[in-house]
C-alpha cells in the first residue's frame, strides 16, 4: 500500500500511557522491609532442573526466590489457596506496571477480584535496567514455554516445559487430576529471564540472563497463596528451550514468617469494589 501523505503527521502523534499509575494504591515497602528483618524462615522447596515445585504462601509473610549452582531462569504461577480461579493476571500487570517489573511493583489477580498478591519488596538484579537491546528482566510478557507451542513449530513431544512442570506440581501439590490442573495453569513472572521486543520486526526476544548462583527476588504475600515455580528447561535461556539442550540448574524458594505484630496496621487487600453489574441490575452472591 502507498502511505498517505499525512503518514509521517500520524506517526508522529505523541504516545499517551494507557494507565497513568500515579493513582495505584502503593505499598508501604518500609513497614514490609522493616518486618522482614525479624521474619524467620518456615519452609524451603527446590524447584529441581526442569522441573517445578509448589509452594504455600500465608498472607503476610514472605518468599524469596534465589539462583543456585548456575544461571537459570524460572516460570511463577500464584494462585489464591481459596480459589485457584483467582490467579496472577500477566497482562493487566504489564499494563499496570510495564514489560518487567522489579522492587515495589506488584503480581496482580485476574478478574473480577484484581488485587495484590504479592509485591516485590528485594530484587538483587535491579540495577539491569534496560539494555541496548531493549531487554530487561523478569517480564510479563512471554507466555510458558509448553509442549503444544513447541509441537506446532516442530512436531516434538517434550514433557518438561514449564507448562507440563507446573501442570505436575499443581496437580501433585493439590490431589487434582492431571487434566483438571493444567486449567489452572497461567501466563507467568518469568523470574531472572531476560527478555524484550525486536525493534524491528517487534517479536519476543529472549538473551542469556544476567542472574549468578546468589541472586534473588523477595516477595512479601498480600494474601493466602498457593505458589508453583518451574525451572525453564531453556536453563538461562541464552539459545533455546522446549528442549534437553540447555545446562539446567534447580532453583530454591524460601518462605519466612514475621515476628507477631511487625505488620502492625496492614491487612491483606480486599477484592476489587466493582460492584460486578455489568449494567445490569444486582449480582447475586457478589461480594467485595
Ligand atoms: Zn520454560
Not at 494507557?18 to 524462615?41: F, H, I, M, W
Not at 518456615?42 to 500465608?58: G, I, K, Q
Not at 539491569?128 to 514455554?145: A, F, K, L, W
Request: glycine share 10%; aromatic share 8%.
Amino acid at each position: 500500500m502507498t502511505e498517505p501523505d499525512d503518514a509521517a503527521a500520524r506517526r508522529a502523534a505523541a504516545p499517551v500511557i494507557c494507565y497513568p499509575n500515579e493513582t495505584l494504591p502503593q505499598p508501604d515497602l518500609a513497614l514490609y522491609r522493616a518486618a522482614r528483618v525479624g521474619a524467620s524462615k518456615t519452609a524451603e522447596v527446590l524447584a529441581a532442573p526442569r522441573d517445578a515445585a509448589a509452594f504455600r504462601v500465608p498472607a503476610g509473610h514472605f518468599f524469596r526466590i534465589t539462583s543456585v549452582d548456575g544461571p537459570q531462569v524460572g516460570d511463577l504461577n500464584l494462585w489464591s489457596v481459596d480459589d485457584l480461579t483467582e490467579r496472577f493476571y500477566s497482562g493487566k500487570t504489564r499494563a499496570l506496571h510495564g514489560t518487567h517489573i522489579t522492587t515495589g511493583e506488584r503480581m496482580w489477580s485476574s478478574l473480577p477480584h484484581l488485587r495484590p498478591m504479592a509485591t516485590v519488596i528485594e530484587d538483587t538484579l535491579n540495577w539491569y535496567g534496560i539494555d541496548e537491546y531493549g531487554g530487561s528482566v523478569h517480564d510479563v510478557i512471554g507466555t510458558r514455554c509448553d509442549p503444544y507451542t513447541g509441537h506446532l513449530l516442530a512436531g516434538t513431544q517434550y514433557h518438561h516445559c514449564c507448562h507440563s512442570n507446573l501442570t505436575r506440581a499443581l496437580s501433585d501439590e493439590t490431589g487434582l487430576p492431571l487434566h483438571e490442573a493444567e486449567r489452572h495453569v497461567h501466563d507467568v513472572l518469568n523470574v531472572f529471564m531476560c527478555t524484550g521486543f525486536t525493534r524491528d520486526t517487534g517479536q519476543y526476544f529472549m538473551k542469556a540472563s544476567p542472574v549468578r548462583p546468589g541472586d534473588y527476588i523477595e516477595f512479601f504475600a498480600e494474601i493466602d497463596l498457593l505458589g508453583a515455580l518451574s525451572a525453564c528447561p531453556g536453563g538461562d535461556c541464552s539459545a533455546q528451550h522446549s528442549s534437553d539442550a540447555a545446562a539446567c540448574f534447580p532453583l530454591l524458594v524460601e518462605v519466612f514468617a514475621p515476628a507477631p505484630g511487625a505488620l502492625e496496621g496492614w491487612s491483606s487487600p480486599a477484592r476489587s469494589g466493582y460492584d460486578g453489574t455489568h449494567g445490569r441490575g444486582p449480582v447475586a452472591g457478589r461480594a467485595g
